[in-house]
Structure formats: C-alpha cells, structure tokens
C-alpha cells in the first residue's frame, strides 16, 4: 500500500443510501527510519483545493508494529475537525483491520481487496442495529511518468 492513491470517496446515510461522493488523494510512506507507516488523506485531490477553497478534509494517521502485541498501533488526526483517534489494526485473512472503542462509538476501518493498484477502504460505526458503513473507498494507484501503459 506504499504509494499514492487516486480515491473514489463514498459517505453513505444511516438507510445505506448514497449522501455525497468525492475524489480525493491517499499518500502512504515509511517514516521514522522505516519503523513507521504515515498515510495523508485528503478531499478534494490537491489540483481542487485552490477551486474549492475552505471545502473538503484532510488527515494523516501513523502506524507502527508492537511485537509485544502482534499487531500495529495506528492514530488518525484530522485537524480541521479536531479528531484524534488510536485503533489496533491486524490482518485478518486477506484485510487489515482497524479498530478502536474510544470516543462516541465503537469504530472500524478495513482494507479490502488489496491489490497491487487497487484496494477497497470502508469506515463502519457499532450502533444499536450492528454494525454500519458509513462511508466507503475505491482506491486506484496513481499513475507516474515511470508507469507502463
């Protein structure tokens, strides 16, 4: 998942029915001497911003692996709403999962999917029916001027 992302960004309303979709942009990269994965979200794509001024979000999260646990320490912050969430995240078959039960409601990211251009991405709440996506990615690597095809 090392790399950049073109995304197809999804919130979804409590029925399930589509609210609003986005484009953005997802960055991912080792840091801190490769012990460490940082990934930089945001909406619109960087090329919108200046066209949209004071309209989107953005937000960075820093993961790393505790052996002691077996699984990665992950914090998400998102500045322009002052959101700090930490989760656990392990691989569970063929995806990563994220969990947290800190704040309003329990929540859980997984990534789906994952291919070497292409990965799924959904953000799901627990509330009294189960639990509900609320807001989904289709995520398909950027392109390079080193890139085939």
């Known amino acids: ?11 979804l309303d409590v029925d399930g029915s589509v609210a609003r ?9 080792w840091v801190l001497e490769g012990r460490a994965i940082q990934d930089i ?4 794509p960087r090329g919108d911003r200046t066209a949209r001024p004071g309209e989107g979000e953005y937000g960075t999260s820093l993961r790393y692996f505790d052996a002691a646990l077996g699984a990665w320490h992950s914090l998400w912050v998102g500045p322009m709403h002052n959101y700090i969430r930490r989760f656990t995240a392990r691989g569970i078959a063929d995806t990563v999962v994220l969990e947290t039960l800190e704040g309003q409601a329990a929540m859980r990211w997984t990534f789906d999917a994952i291919e070497r251009a292409a990965f799924l991405w959904r953000n799901e709440v627990l ?7 609320q807001q989904h990615f289709v995520a398909s690597r950027m392109r390079t001027s080193g890139d085939p095809g």
């Open 1 to 11: 998942m090392i790399g950049s992302w073109d995304l197809l960004i999804t919130w």
């Open 21 to 29: 979709q986005e484009r953005g942009e997802w960055h991912f990269s």
């Open 41 to 44: 979200w945001l909406w619109p």
């Open 127 to 133: 509330d009294d029916a189960g639990w509900r996506i």
